[in-house]
């Protein structure tokens, strides 16, 4: 059997979007190769440690991919693999990849989940990870990063529409903010997708319909409960008049307690991610959700009265922006309906979540990756923009072969 | 003074006479009244011995908390609470069964939001079993009907096992030995692969023996049938325990390996090309 000529390398430049490259190099089977990442700074040129750790999730999941960095860091060679999951035998241990995250992380636990969900539809076995160790920030970061709540309630439920949606779960094991000077946590999360598809249905949604109800999660970790009280109490302050049918439930747990090994007490422990945080989720009469995170700087100095209704404020602009899918969500969505079979699917999208920086640049990478190009017109609300996507039928490769 | 606690706590364990006596009062009262009601209409002032029941309470304590006991007179200087206060309507509103539904359903939806599944778009609304209302008349109908007609498939099926023994008595069920070969067969209707009378352990002696009879028994049916030109069922064959191929690891599924070759017979080829297409044209020419 002669195997197919390899395709060719597609280049990138930077550091910015990396995760969504990789993404879509796995996806896609491309090899690719990004340089300059970080290239200009002199204090930490290279690969930042979140992304080396995103490297290290994806040669867990697929076999056969490689990856290469140069000394400094600043080029990786990624050439992707199978999809394999968390197949017994390829580094899962009773059917669950433990994932390790470093302390050093400053990103929130999101930035591996949203990827991993991405890939997961389209892996061989079902996809089974624990995130664990001293890094993992199940809140919402000041980096940008949502919290994990808002990841299962509002990233995962738009995996329904897509025919995704057996036996997925997410489960906050423990809680976490972020740590001292916005790095590390100590929070354990498990992803549990195991919906596998050879393609992703089709997808029309035109009708964002009217918000009818707000649900939400307050959590404090290592802080009193009272902090969930004063959050949910500011945050209905303002959203009750929208929408009556708001309730946002408070989670407390204690602070994570992490090694922090000292040079006498090797064995010396320490309490870690101390912080509080609201997570809102709005969902419209047609199952379009909007959401909004906030969470307690590392820093403190913030009272949760501000917070809740920042997060209420959020959520309301989120809501304004219009459309059928919310910013934190439009990458997934879109990039799945690229993936789709060859048919037209087409998505009402507010012109604020198109016009943005991430959307765009996600528009222009699946173009370099082969992709077609997206339909725009305008749509039938104030500020809205009906985008049509063809899929190229990529899918699932695995399936494919099998 | 641990005696006096002692004697103390005994005062309070003590019941009053008088005011069990009252109590009883009380109770023959509400009888009457309530007779009396029941006959006539309500009586205007039924609050009243209530309110002397507190009182004597209140005192009855206070009498206790006297360090001094010896006097044990239910005179004290405080008398109790005020005539005034009686005159103030105490309203009880009680919100306590809305509260346990709402607190109920709110229970429901936090499980179901906070669990680690991706909450559903669709409120789950509680399971409330809906039931046609059929009247009864229609009811005992259907079910006399439904009745019959599972006694008639009974008999049909379970015909055989009647004797003239069992159709003396009010129904015609199987008794017996009969009855145990109905169940039987019931039991593998409803798809039971095992008879249940079946003898799990035996000695190896007994269970050959069985089968041994159970084998000859055939035989000599069989023999007799031939005998008599009576054409039975065809006999069922037992089945052959499969064979077992051996194979190496990494073996081919398919031919024999040996001494580096692989081997296909050509029913390994056939069975590899799978059936033979047609090739174009319509058959052979001549």
């Known amino acids: 059997m002669t195997t197919a000529p390899a395709p060719t390398l597609l280049k990138f430049i930077g550091s910015k979007y990396l995760v969504q490259r990789l993404v879509l190099a796995t996806l896609t089977g491309r090899p690719i190769r990004i340089s300059q990442i ?122 329904r529409s897509f025919g995704i949606e057996n036996n997925i779960e997410l489960r906050i094991l ?32 035109m009708n964002a319909g009217r918000v009818k109800r707000i649900r939400g999660v307050a959590y404090s970790t290592g802080v009193a409960g009272a902090n969930n009280a004063r959050l949910i109490e500011a945050a209905r302050g303002v959203l009750n008049e929208f929408a009556p049918d708001t309730y946002i439930f408070s989670d407390v747990s204690s602070a994570p307690f992490v090694p922090a090994p000292e040079r006498n007490n090797p064995a010396a422990k320490r309490k870690t991610g101390l912080g509080f945080g609201l997570s ?47 910013n934190i969500a439009a990458p997934t969505m879109l990039t799945l309906m690229a993936m789709g079979s060859e048919d037209v699917g087409r998505i009402t999208v507010g012109k604020d979540v198109l016009g943005s920086e991430p959307v765009m640049q996600l528009a222009r990478d699946l173009r370099t990756f082969g992709m077609s190009g997206w339909g725009l017109r305008e749509g039938d609300g104030d500020g809205e923009v009906v985008v049509s996507i063809v899929g190229k039928g990529v899918g699932n490769v695995g399936r494919k072969i099998a | 003074m641990a005696v006096t606690l002692g004697k103390r706590k005994r005062t309070t364990g003590v019941v009053d006479r008088t005011d069990q006596n009252e109590s009883d009062n009380e109770d ?168 249940a009378t079946e003898q799990v352990r035996m000695p190896l002696a007994h269970r050959k023996g069985i089968a041994a009879k159970a084998t000859g028994r055939e035989a000599a049916r069989r023999k007799e049938a031939v005998e008599n030109g009576i054409i039975l069922e065809k006999a069922k064959l037992a089945a052959r325990p499969e064979k077992h191929r051996e194979r190496g690891v990494i073996a081919p599924g398919v031919g024999k390996f040996r001494g580096g070759t692989l081997k296909l017979s050509s029913r390994d080829v056939k069975s590899i090309e799978g059936p033979q297409q047609r090739m174009g044209g319509k058959g052979r020419k001549r």
């Open chain 1, 38 to 159: 970080r290239a200009s700074s002199h204090s930490s040129p290279g690969l930042a440690p979140h992304e080396v750790s995103f490297l290290r999730l994806l040669d867990a999941i697929t076999n056969g991919a490689q990856i290469e960095f140069s000394y400094t860091g600043t080029t990786v060679l990624y050439k992707p693999g199978l999809i394999t999951g968390s197949a017994a035998g390829q580094g899962a241990q009773g059917g669950v990849i433990r994932h390790e995250v470093p302390a050093d992380c400053a990103r929130g636990v999101s930035y591996f989940l949203l990827p991993l969900c991405l890939l997961a539809p389209f892996s061989k076995a079902q996809i089974n990870v624990l995130f664990t160790g001293p890094g993992v920030i199940t809140s919402s970061t000041e980096t940008g990063d949502v919290s994990a709540d808002t990841v299962r309630t509002a990233i995962l439920p738009l995996f």
């Open chain 1, 174 to 205: 423990r809680r976490s903010n972020t740590g001292k000077d916005g790095k590390g946590g100590g929070g354990e999360v498990q992803l549990v997708f195991g919906h596998q598809v050879r393609l992703p249905k089709t997808l029309h949604l």
């Open chain 1, 280 to 326: 809102l989720v709005a969902e419209a009469n047609t199952g379009v959700l909007y959401s909004a995170d906030i969470a307690s700087p590392p820093s403190g100095g913030e009272p949760p009265e501000d917070l809740g209704k920042k997060c209420a404020f959020q959520l309301l602009e989120a809501v304004e922006q219009g459309g059928c899918v919310s």
């Open chain 2, 28 to 195: 023959a009262r509400a009888l009457f009244q309530r007779a009396f009601e029941a006959k006539f209409k309500p009586l205007e002032s039924s609050a009243k011995p209530v309110k002397a029941a507190v009182k004597s309470h209140v005192g009855d304590e206070d009498d206790v908390d006297d360090d001094d006991g010896g006097n044990g007179n239910d005179e004290s200087d405080w008398t109790g609470l005020s005539e005034d206060a009686d005159e103030i309507v105490i309203e009880i509103v009680n919100h306590d069964v809305v509260r346990s539904e709402d607190e109920e359903a709110r229970r429901r939806e936090m499980k179901a939001f906070m669990s680690p599944k991706p909450p559903t778009s669709h409120h789950i609304s509680p399971s409330v079993s809906k039931r046609p209302k059929v009247d009864s008349a229609d009811d005992a109908k259907e079910g006399d009907n439904l009745k019959q007609d599972l006694a008639l498939q009974r008999l049909l099926k379970e015909s055989h096992l009647l004797d003239s023994s069992s159709l003396q008595g009010p129904t015609a069920a199987p008794e017996g030995k009969g009855r145990l070969k109905a169940l039987e067969l019931r039991l593998q209707d409803l798809g039971a692969k095992k008879p």
